[in-house]
């Protein structure tokens, strides 16, 4: 996972956040580190949400990014 950018297979949750983010996102990851770019985009783009724990085993995490997807489909 050292090198998620490049290693073409995966990405962490902090990962994709930042990815997604774009030039921004990578400019943040540049000046903060992934974790803490990671957290401040959940942050800002989930207000009041907790940050996920990005060193969560896959089984947990695959649970809470279902849960928010759920909580997401019935806000909207």
């Known amino acids: 996972m050292s090198t998620w950018h490049r290693c073409g297979t995966t990405h962490c949750r902090a990962g994709w956040a930042i990815t997604l983010a774009g030039a921004g996102g990578a400019a943040l990851e540049f000046a903060m580190g992934s974790a803490a770019a990671g957290s401040l985009i959940y942050a800002a783009s989930r207000p009041g949400k907790p940050?996920?724990?990005?060193?969560?085993?896959?089984?947990?995490?695959?649970?809470?990014?279902?849960?928010?997807?759920a909580e997401q489909t019935q806000a909207a």
């Open 51 to 69: 940050i996920p724990n990005f060193y969560d085993n896959d089984e947990r995490a695959l649970a809470d990014i279902k849960a928010c997807a």
